[in-house]
């Protein structure tokens, strides 16, 4: 019989003034060289769960928790879902050397393991780059670098191709499950397409935070598909329930560009672009393209060459491009300025319409399931429910252009589809959606416009593009 590597038993675990307990008697046990998939609703508690799983509660994050058993690995390599938060010193080199040398690898050898594990996860950059230079996808596959020089006997992932594009995700999970034989693995994911015939088991979590389903992907499959769709879990059927696209109809033209997008000094890209109201704009390409600095051009936060146009009137200052756009960047924390949920929200309508305020606020949270979290720190939530009320601040102003990156990462099911409901619903008022995204099913279905930086400029995307 094979012994369980992972294991925790009658475990009860409460946010500090939380209304309640996110974990009450959950038991789990993980055999060595086990596989498993946790599923569940953003914020049902699966990372919470790893980290217990993993040792960062309590060891890095106290909680308070109490249990009968638990049983843990002492040395496990992590990746979390935002990679920031786990790189400790500030360029490529460094700190993929700081993990050889916790494991007294002689300097000589280090250089060979540090470019063999930045080729095997296609992160082509300078080893004396900068970190906080990497795009969000760039640092995602850094921290995967990192991952395998640790040669751990138990691997937890977090969500670790979320930021990735469709090429990076296939190719990394692919040589991801080609080395992790030896190893236990506990992942949380959204994207299960590449792993969902891989795992031995998958955990099915509710909103209570219990597993209320334990079995193979093929029985889970097989019994559980209307349960899945209920949780908002992903699965191979899963678009299927999403909202019906239809034809847009674009009005009159807003902004032009003509010029190029940089970073510092170097050229990334030319870019020819124009956007009209009622649009729905996708930008998809390479991690490390190029494609975030084009928003934040766009805002006029960084320099680029060229010029850009609003109505006709030259956009140079953040001021002036501010009151016609709205940027929610990949991480949902750079958004928030407020100390509760429904204040971030409620600030926006506030300045609207100060009598519909409050309606109109708890109307949003409700629709995206944050309304039980409106007294909250934003801080507090999952990634998931930070990422719902990040994109639902933008939703909640009167921005004519809203540019959004990466919007639906992290998400389950049902917290997508009600975005692009949303989406869909402000197109139909005037309102364009620029959104920079890997997600292929949502650039297919629901853009009017395809673009795509390759080859150097900014273009419309052929099939083999998106």
Partial sequence: MTPCKLSVHNLRLKYPGGE??????LSLDIKAKEKVLILGQSGSGKSTLLNVLSGVVPELIELPMKYDRLAIDASPAIIFQDPDSQFCMPKVYEELAFILENQQVAGAAMDS???QALQTVGLNVDKHQP???LSGGMKQKLAIAGTLLQGADTLFLDEPTAMLDAQSTAALWQQIITLWEDQTVVIVEHKVEHIWQHVDR??????????????????ISARCTSLLDDFGVWHPGAWSHAPEPYDYSSGAALFEF????KRRRNTLYTASLDIASGEWITITGKNGAGKTTLLESIMQLIPY???MYYLGNRLKKLRTAAQYF????QNP??????NRVYDELYVNFYHQNQQTAHDETAAMLELLGLFHLKDHHPYELSMGQKRRLSVATALSTPAAIILLDEPTFGLDSSSTFELIKLFQQRIKSGQTIVMVTHDRQLIERYASRQLVVSDGQLKEAGGSDV
């Fill in 20 to 25: 309640r307990k996110i974990f009450d008697g």
């Fill in 333 to 338: 924390e750079l958004q928030f300025i407020k």
């Fill in 113 to 115: 393991r540090i470019e």
């Fill in 131 to 133: 970190i906080n230079q």
């Fill in 202 to 219: 998958i955990l099915l979590m509710d909103q209570n935070g219990a597993i209320i389903e334990d079995s193979t992907p093929d029985d």
């Fill in 326 to 329: 709205y940027l929610v960047y």
């Fill in 258 to 261: 003509d010029g190029a997008v």
């Fill in 305 to 307: 060459d060229g010029a």
